[in-house]
């Protein structure tokens, strides 16, 4: 759901066509009928920014119908916990859960917790949590709350799941997916039959499900399914995202994102961590692997500041900046509209194309003091100034843009050392082939060398804010005329040593007193034994089907999470066609094909004993070690800002009601409403659906594809997909042009009448769907307009994510007045 | 056969029965089926001095590569049979990473704007690379905050942001995650997140 597969990541989607062909049922569940569709068994229309609806009723189905993976609900899940009585659902508040401030839009989890606990969260915002940790009288993390493993306590999760997803029904997912209740009961019956011991299911999705109002929800929803499958941690289970770029993945574990520092630490917020202590006290869990926050926190600043540092200066925790909103990408680029931003790095993105509300991006760097943009090609971004839309509109004039720019050729994938985190965690290794051209470097070229010229202007300063730059440790070995700093170094400190200097083999080695360093604790092991793990390549077809020895994947190469949940209780395997990791009574440690995802010598029978900490503190029957109750969550207590359970809202522009809640729309989505970013409330005049996606041909923005001779001439032109439905009510013609509006701008493009998209029954209104997708620019050799200027800037509230999936749009045949 | 018939004995030997014939090929559907011009041509990659493992940089999928490279060029770019994520296959995109190294639109020299400018100017990237120090400084000292109205500490700059592209590599981000969090820059985010 949620992706387009075999046209987006064709490759990976070949293990779809060997799991169809070995009898899988394929099932497809997307706007679109794509090739996907077409080698799907079964595929299923959807109206864009309804999938909460459609989810939730397989819930439902699940839940009336008992067909549950019951021992692995009760054992696994928090199904038996008991939640806070001051708990109200989104049933009992018309679309609110308990805690709404309606002032401020946001929610106080304080009555969404369990009944004597507070579990904090192991991602996500923790922020809840620490509020939490100020109610007296709470035990904090004591991974005990209260549970009725019968499942019968009204206020069990299990019960409160059942009524919250009661109204789910066949119908309601018909009237408003779109979804003829028939096909709907196929697909839930479909997956309840391919799941439980002998058989599990996974679940696919794409930026299909996260660009929406309530993206994280939707991909909550899915975890609800598995989590009551029981396909979670097993074989052939999993919700497995597909990222849409190599490093994705690896640019979340190690974050070039605002409120994260590596391996999933949160950014220190000015209101709640004044000091390391606070930090820890407030986010560490005492239970499972977030137990060892203090080790991983410690080492990281190690591996920063190195010697600069010590217990006397808490380790340069107060030399961190402060986080204290939403600083993510979207409201940066309003600061720079009100003047706030002055500079502006871009490397290797192009929000002049590829970022909602584009128009918005290109009219905000041209207020910047100064840009850097470092690409392969001249994007749109660096040229906004003198060839962009704008300019060719006369809204802006050259001589009128203060932006000083700095445009810096990069060196390609093949001229620079490095590695890549696959969608699936693998770390894999790209050897340089040859050395870059002319000013061409590589990014890490480009890093090493500013931060040595800046500390080289520092050098003498006693400004208190200059002392972390000056103590940052930045020795890393050079190599070549250009003076390429050793990627190999990089990965090595990333990886992490102790005192002696030797490369640690795994995280629970690193220490709390700075005898070990180490720059991201999740990616220990990368470099164990001082040999680069991620360039391994012992051929697919000479090993066991999990291939271990290909790359290495996080933490400690284990290639599926949680797969102690592989096994049941007692640690027998759940059945001998899905046997996995298990435990071997006769030499005492989990065995099996992966590497076990759980402290390998702890009997299934394991009681944490008083005293004991971190993974010890956990039951050895609790598979799910990052949490800190060891249980996977269908019910949220603690992390979201939208509610511990997924809920339908309709997306933030749409053609029809929320015909559940007199709450329509995600109630904490962020707007941010200007006259560059006015949104749709008015169904009629922008009366249709639309959605964008990509084409195999191209990548994102285009900056990496549509300069490229052949894949240009495969995809040379923008073009709409639409309905003959729709056709006719527009009079569009195929080939001809049609002229595209939403309430922030107005675009063209080629017109593609097609049974791929067809019209919907919404209750009682046909809804109309117009895909676009979405690559093209004014530059490159395939050149057109782009999509992006059509969506608006309305975001989930957990991720800060655009709603780039579903907005409302007018249609109309002919081409813009020049 | 429209050219290089050049005697009877060749005539005979390359008659199509027999060389089914001697080759057990009654079906012609092997190599006696090629013609001389398919026998002569030679794969673009048979004369590599080198060849590099990589990975492919469009999706996530992490398709394995082998890079060829003769003369100081990467002469092309295909799947690697040994990846048991990808067994040699490559999408579209990955198949035409020889181009995205080689295109004609690659740009190989630092271009600089002025401030109003309306057009490019060449810049050194040894000079490039100083200006940008110094704009960072500068901005970074001119907005810098070191508390909030409350008191509590801050420690940065919200004067600069840093958008990064998901093709960056771990190593990479890590050294921009690391200088940027030291110089009080929390406005650094990727691709990752939109």
Known sequence: MGSNMAECHPVGFQWVMEAKLRGATVIHVDPRFTRTSANASIHVPIRAGSDIAFLGGIINYILQNQRDFREYVVAYTNAATIVDEGFRDTEDLDGLFSGWDAEGRRYDPTSWQYQGMVAKPSTGLREVAVRMAAVPDRPVDVPEPDQDPTLQHPRCVYQILKRHFSRYTPELVEQVCGVPRERFLEVAETLCQNSGRERTSAICYAVGWTQHTVGVQNIRAAAIIQLLLGNIGRPGGGILALRGHANIQGATDIPSLFDLLPGYLPMPHAHHHPTLEAYLAMDAAPAGYWGRMREYTVSLLRAWFGDAVGPENEWGFGWLPRVDGDHSVYPAVLGMLDGRVQGFFLLGENPAVGSANSKLHRIAMSKLKWLVVRDLVEIESASFWKDGPEIASGELRPEEIPTEVFFLPAASHVEKDGSFTNTQRLLQWHHRALPPKGDCRSDLWFFYHLGRAIKRKLAGSAEARDRPVQALTWGYPIEGAEEEPSAEAVLAEINGRDASGRPLGTFTELKDDGSTACGCWIYCGAYAGGVNQVARRRPGREQSWVAPEWGWAWPANRRILYNRASADPEGRPWSERKRYVFWDPVAGRWTGADVPDFKVDMPPDYLPSPGARAEMLLRGDEPFVMQADGKGWLYVPNGLQDGPLPTHYEPHESPVGNPLYGQGANPVRQRFERSLNRTNQDGERYPYVVTTYRLTEHHTAGGMSRFLPFLAELQPEMFCEVSPELARERNLVNGGWAVISTARATIEARVLVTDRLRPLRVGRRLVHQVGLPYHWGSRGLARGASANDLLAIVLDPNVHIQEAKAATCDIRPGRLSR | ?194
């Open chain 2, 1 to 194: 056969m429209s050219s290089g018939v050049r005697g009877g004995e060749n005539l005979l030997a390359r008659w199509p029965v027999l060389r089914q014939l001697r080759a057990r090929d009654p079906l012609g559907l092997g190599l006696t089926a090629q013609s001389r011009r398919s026998a002569e041509r030679r794969a673009r990659i048979a004369d590599a001095e080198r060849v590099v493992r990589s990975v492919c940089p469009y999706c996530a999928v992490g398709c394995g590569q082998l890079v060829y490279v003769r003369d100081n060029r990467v002469t092309q770019i295909e799947g690697d049979p040994d990846s048991p994520i990808s067994r040699g296959r490559l999408c579209p995109k990955g198949a035409a990473s020889e181009q995205l190294v080689n295109h004609a639109l690659r740009e190989y020299r630092v271009k600089y704007r002025r401030p109003y400018g309306t057009k490019w100017e060449e810049l050194s990237l040894e000079r490039a690379m100083d200006m940008i120090a110094d704009r960072v400084l500068a901005t970074r000292a001119e907005t810098w905050e070191e508390r909030d109205a409350e008191g509590r500490m801050l420690n940065r700059t919200l004067g600069i942001a840093s958008l990064g592209g998901a093709t960056l590599d771990n190593e990479e981000n890590y050294l921009i995650k690391k200088l940027f969090t030291a110089l009080g820059v929390v406005q650094v985010e990727n691709q990752a997140r939109i």
